[in-house]
């Protein structure tokens, strides 16, 4: 079955930056999304980034122009740059991904079939 590893969170300063990284393997659909999402104690899991099979990108408007979500197909790992990091950015975060039928990349977590263990940004 697919699975999904992440690595790369850890605790930073304000202003720092992570990579934050997602081993994807026995992932066999050509047209799929994948995603970044986030979770911080009392609050609901929300989307920060998705990701086409086709490279279609897009971000969340509370980290435009500070995160970036990327692929390396040969790699099978899935990225998300964050720069300028925030207090408000501390949450477990989690890579997700499912089947494309049609459209874009869904924002919302119940969309998504498979997901990793979660990777704990801290910033302080």
């Known amino acids: 079955h697919v699975q999904l590893v992440e690595s790369g969170g850890g605790s930073v300063e304000a202003g720092r930056s992570l990579r934050l990284s997602c081993a994807v393997s026995k992932y066999t659909y050509s047209r799929h999304c994948m995603a970044w999402f986030r979770q911080a104690p009392g609050s609901e899991r929300e989307g920060v980034a998705t990701?086409?099979?086709?490279?279609?990108?897009t971000s969340a408007n509370s980290v435009k122009g500070r995160f970036t979500i990327s692929t390396d197909n040969a790699k099978n790992t899935l990225y998300l740059q964050m720069d300028s990091l925030k207090p408000e950015d501390t949450a477990m975060y989690y890579c997700?991904?499912?089947?494309?039928?049609?459209?874009?990349?869904?924002?919302?977590?119940?969309?998504?079939?498979?997901w990793g263990q979660g990777t704990q940004v801290t910033v302080s």
């Open positions: 997700a991904a499912t089947r494309l039928y049609f459209g874009t990349c869904s924002w919302f977590h119940g969309e998504y079939d498979f």
């Open positions: 990701i086409r099979n086709d490279g279609l990108a």
